[in-house]
């Protein structure tokens, strides 16, 4: 009968570290999928923050280009009308 109760216990025992060990297991698991998600938040937080920034600066960049071909422009009417003063000039001269 000693043997039959310490057999029991062993068998209980086993049973306890395997649900123990399986519980642990699944714990962990669920540990590194949190960790992994909130990695990635973090990630896609700062891409996005990096994101916009790039957008404002391309945002910038067109307007300033934009500026520079208006006085393209300017400059460019401005050589028309002395062009065509100099040609006034040589057939009045």
Do not use: C, P, W, Y
Not at 28 to 39: C, P, Q, V
Not at 64 to 87: N, P, S, W, Y
């Amino acid at each position: 009968m000693n043997i039959d109760i310490a057999i029991l216990i062993s068998v209980i025992s086993v049973g306890f570290a395997i649900f123990f060990g399986i519980a642990n297991i699944h714990r962990n698991g669920k540990r590194d999928t949190e960790e992994t998600a909130e990695s990635r938040a973090t990630m896609n937080t700062m891409l996005m923050t990096k994101l916009d920034s790039i957008s404002e600066d391309i945002k910038e960049m067109r307007r300033d280009f934009k500026d520079t071909q208006k006085e393209v422009q300017i400059l460019h009417d401005r050589v028309v009308v002395v062009e065509e003063a100099i040609k006034r000039l040589d057939i009045q001269g």
